[in-house]
């Protein structure tokens, strides 16, 4: 992961959360680099608390500098979906989950950290989705894409080698159990050696 290009992109919009009291976390490859096996990736995914007042707002503040589809992100918010917006400068492209209403995505929402994205800049730190919580939304992503993206699978097996004996393990367990992802989770407990 090159962390100061995909901070020039992400820094923007952290702080226009923030401004606009937007709670975001950061999951996704990024997400994923931070706590395990680093790689590169030439977008970032968060995910937002996104209400329906803060929308012209956050475009005003991002349009400058950033392609970003007012009309879409609306949309976005009502079905409670995905948008993207794109970085002009660097072409890094910030994909915007809206938090979705299942108990679940609650819970991992909560369960953010503060964590520093690059060592070079200790002191600057983002909300992260917890490593637990990353493997879980990875997993999910894998079982989507019908089992055949190597950089998910990848991306847990990092986290999980990475972070050995600092998980929670009954918190993966009871909800890749209640999300159907118990196969998957101990495949790849195999497969990471735990």
């Known amino acids: 992961m090159n ?3 995909i901070l020039q992109a992400l820094d923007p919009v952290v702080r226009a959360f923030q401004e606009l009291g937007i709670s975001y ?3 996704g490859s990024v997400a994923s680099s931070a706590y395990g096996i680093a790689r590169a990736t030439l977008d970032v995914d968060l995910v937002a608390d996104l209400p329906e007042h803060r929308i012209g707002p956050l475009v005003q503040r991002l349009q400058e500098a950033f392609y970003i589809d007012e009309d879409r992100v609306r949309d976005a918010v009502r079905r409670r979906s995905s948008f993207n917006i794109i970085h002009l400068e660097s072409m890094i492209k910030v994909d915007v989950f809206v938090l979705k209403g299942r108990p679940y995505d609650r819970i991992a929402f909560a ?8 060592e070079a800049q200790p ?3 983002y909300k992260i989705a917890s490593p637990e919580d990353v493997i879980i939304s990875k997993l999910d992503w894998f079982r989507q894409g019908e089992g055949v993206s190597e950089r998910q699978w990848n991306d847990v097996l990092g986290i999980l080698k990475v972070q ?10 009871q909800w890749a159990g209640e999300l159907g992802l ?8 195999l497969d990471g050696g735990l």
Do not use: F
């Open 182 to 189: 118990s196969d998957l989770l101990q495949k790849a407990m």
């Open 3 to 5: 962390a100061p290009v």
């Open 111 to 118: 369960r953010g950290r503060m964590e520093c994205i690059d």
């Open 164 to 173: 050995r004996g600092s998980l929670d393990m009954q918190y993966l367990d």
């Open 25 to 27: 976390h950061i999951g």
């Open 123 to 125: 002191g600057q730190e």
